[in-house]
């Protein structure tokens, strides 16, 4: 059973910085994009960053220059090193891989979220 579990949510104040990890666990036969996705109270969830299978990224205009996307391929992780975080910043961070597990077909999987608060 393939699960994503993320990590290094938390407070932090405004001007700071945060890591979060996302790891793939499960019989996977390959991942393609892996990205992360933003939701704040009340609002859509929104795509934070991608990155591709080609390595490329693409990140949302609100992080462009604070926010970088990373992945390991061979744990099967996808990180997101967020710098100079604004209090607008702060809400549910989810984890989210386009992959093919063994024996089933490949589809999108979501991480249960990790909460970052950004204190002003």
């Known amino acids: 059973q393939v699960q994503l579990v993320e990590s290094g949510g938390g407070w932090v104040q405004a001007g700071g910085s945060r890591r979060l990890s996302c790891a793939a666990s499960g019989t996977i036969v390959g991942i393609k994009d892996m990205a992360w996705y933003y939701q704040s109270a009340g609002k859509v969830r929104e795509l934070v960053a991608v990155i591709f299978a080609g390595g490329g990224t693409n990140y949302a205009d609100s992080v462009k220059g604070r926010f970088t996307i990373s992945r390991d391929l061979l744990k099967n992780t996808v990180y997101l090193q967020m710098n100079n975080l604004k209090p607008e910043d702060t809400g549910v961070y989810y984890c989210?891989?386009?992959?093919?597990?063994?024996?089933?077909?490949?589809?999108?999987?979501w991480g249960q979220g990790t909460l970052v608060n950004v204190s002003s």
């Open positions: 989210n891989a386009d992959l093919i597990p063994a024996g089933g077909s490949r589809r999108a999987y």
